[in-house]
């Protein structure tokens, strides 16, 4: 009877050790959480599961044969990925896809300042994947998979676009030199708008010059004396 209460305890230490129920986190490269990313999960026992990761971003996975899994990250911002990585399951662990990371849009004007507040439209496949304002600097950050994407900004009815390999960085550079009074003027306008300042100026001038004369003209009739 001895031999098997042994056999007997040593399946009931095995089993535990062959079963898990891992907690995953998927992120970026730069740690962000992929919040809404497909993802599609087997085991070794067949099982498989595909569901996108909620705002909490880990996910958990009852009883994972031999603790090995395989972990797919389909598609993100309805970019694909295709990311296939099989892993030895630990109760925590967190797995960072590469690839995945920040994505720099610079919007400037014709002096190479910065627009505050231009609108960023990012776009794959015709799909607009997201968009947003650029900060104080003209910059918008933002975490995308590596992809070709297309990339628009627009400030004060002016618009540029180009085609932009990210993550990475790319300048689009709009003709503005200049805003004033929440109004973007190009070069040629700020010089019109500079010539027309000058314009008004001088005939400001003149009136002023032909009315004070016109005045002393006044003055000396009024006190010339009687012939």
């Known amino acids: 009877m001895a031999r098997p209460l042994q056999a007997l305890l040593l399946v009931a230490l095995l089993v535990p050790l062959a ?7 998927i992120r970026a490269e730069n740690g962000e959480p992929l919040v809404g990313a497909l993802i599609r999960v087997t085991t070794l026992d067949g099982r498989t599961a ?26 993100w911002k ?23 990371n920040t994505a720099t849009i610079k919007v400037v ?23 947003g304002a650029a900060d104080e600097s003209g910059v918008y950050r933002t975490t995308l998979p590596t992809a070709t994407y297309r990339v628009v900004a627009e400030y004060g009815g002016r618009r540029a676009e180009a085609q ?3 993550p990475g960085e ?20 700020v010089l019109g708008a500079v010539a027309l300042a000058a314009l008004l100026a001088l005939a400001v001038f003149i009136a002023a010059y032909e009315y004070s004369a016109w005045r002393r003209r006044r003055v000396a009739k009024v006190v010339a004396p009687p012939a």
């Open 19 to 25: 079963l898990a129920q891992p907690t995953v986190r």
């Open 170 to 189: 790319v300048t689009l550079s709009l003709d503005v030199f200049a805003t004033v009074a929440g109004v973007p003027l190009s070069p040629s306008e």
């Open 50 to 75: 595909e569901f996108e990761l909620s705002p909490g971003a880990p996910f958990t996975v009852k009883d994972v044969v031999l603790g090995r899994l395989t972990v797919e990250v389909v598609s």
């Open 164 to 166: 932009a390999q990210l």
């Open 78 to 100: 309805g970019v694909p990925i295709g990311y296939k990585r099989t892993v030895e399951v630990r109760e925590d662990m967190t797995i960072l896809v590469p690839g995945v």
């Open 109 to 131: 004007g014709s002096r190479g300042q910065g627009l505050p507040g231009a609108r960023v439209e990012i776009y794959y496949g015709g799909t607009l994947v997201e968009s």
